[in-house]
């Protein structure tokens, strides 16, 4: 240092250390002056703030990321670093999915306006998750259809004079939806042949489902009636249980014979249309 003339030992220059520095040395050639700056931590955190990104805790003195909550962020803290999952941001959606992930799109079921009078929210089916992690929809609708018929021939049988089941045709039919009951429509149609004679004061007969006469028939006239007859029927509903069965007998019953009346055929038919309907 020529300007203090420092040397051979001795130097006019003075060094004071300031706040945490510390001074040593003569200011010689070989021993000039060593200057050494120290701080503590307190002192350096008054000096630090919160900014964009960062969060600072003016305690502890620990600074850390500061993630966004709004939706759609993924950025994710990792013992390595910060991290964004591959795909987070953006995916490729098939049938039924719209968007693409990000926040302004995010991915949600495509759906189209609903077309009926009716309320959506109670009229609409569900849709549901099974085991496997598939989409279900409601059960389908179900329909199954059963039958059974006879066609027997007798021997000219006297026409009962009061109603009597005379035969009877049995018929099971099955609800195949294990989930919701099932309305069964239930067909039944009859034909008998009846011998009306013409003697005496006439002759008669009738016939019909289940004590329901549905056809009679008199002969007041010079000649006999043969194979009088007529088809008839009716329908009845059923209600058949989840996963149940029910079978119905259509008993044939005849009356008011009387005049020698006879019946020598027996036609029957019983047909089930089973429905099983969303409700």
């Known amino acids: 240092m020529a300007r203090c003339q420092c040397g051979g030992g001795d130097c ?5 250390a300031g706040d945490n520095t510390t001074v040593t040395g003569s200011g010689s050639t070989l021993n000039p002056f ?44 990792r013992s390595n670093g910060l991290y964004v999952p591959t795909g987070a941001a953006t ?16 991915v949600a079921a495509r759906t189209q306006t609903w077309p009926y009078s009716c309320p959506v929210n109670t009229a609409a089916g569900g849709v549901y998750c099974d085991g496997n992690g598939v989409l279900r929809s409601d ?20 026409v009962p004079a009061t109603d009597t089941s005379v035969a009877s045709l049995s018929l099971t039919f099955q609800n195949t939806d294990t989930c919701r009951p099932a309305l069964a429509m ?3 149609d009859l034909d008998v042949d009846m011998f009306l ?19 009679a028939m008199q002969n007041h006239g010079d000649a006999p009636l043969n194979a009088v007859h007529a088809q008839v ?17 259509m008993n044939v019953s005849m009356g008011r014979g009387f005049g020698g009346a006879t019946y020598s055929r027996i036609q029957a038919r019983q047909q089930a249309w089973v429905f099983s309907l969303p409700n």
Do not use: F, H
Not at 139 to 149: D, E, I, K
Not at 237 to 247: E, F, I, K
């Open 197 to 215: 004679p013409s003697a005496g004061s006439g002759s008669g007969g009738a016939y019909g489902i289940s004590t329901d006469d549905m056809y």
């Open 186 to 188: 239930v067909w039944q």
């Open 12 to 16: 006019n220059c003075v060094v004071v």
């Open 233 to 249: 029927g009716k329908m009845i509903s059923v209600n058949v249980p989840a996963g149940g069965s029910a079978t119905v007998v």
């Open 34 to 77: 060593a200057v050494s700056a120290v701080t503590n931590c307190a002192e350096v955190r008054a000096c630090l703030s919160n900014a964009r990104g960062i969060s600072y805790n003016a305690a502890t003195g620990q600074i850390s990321v500061d993630l966004s909550e709004d939706p759609g962020n993924n950025l994710v803290v």
């Open 139 to 158: 059960p389908p609708a179900r329909m199954n259809t059963y039958s059974t018929s006879m066609n027997q021939t007798y021997n000219n049988v006297a």
């Open 91 to 106: 995916v490729t959606t098939g049938c039924g999915l719209a968007g693409n992930g990000s926040a302004s799109s995010p």
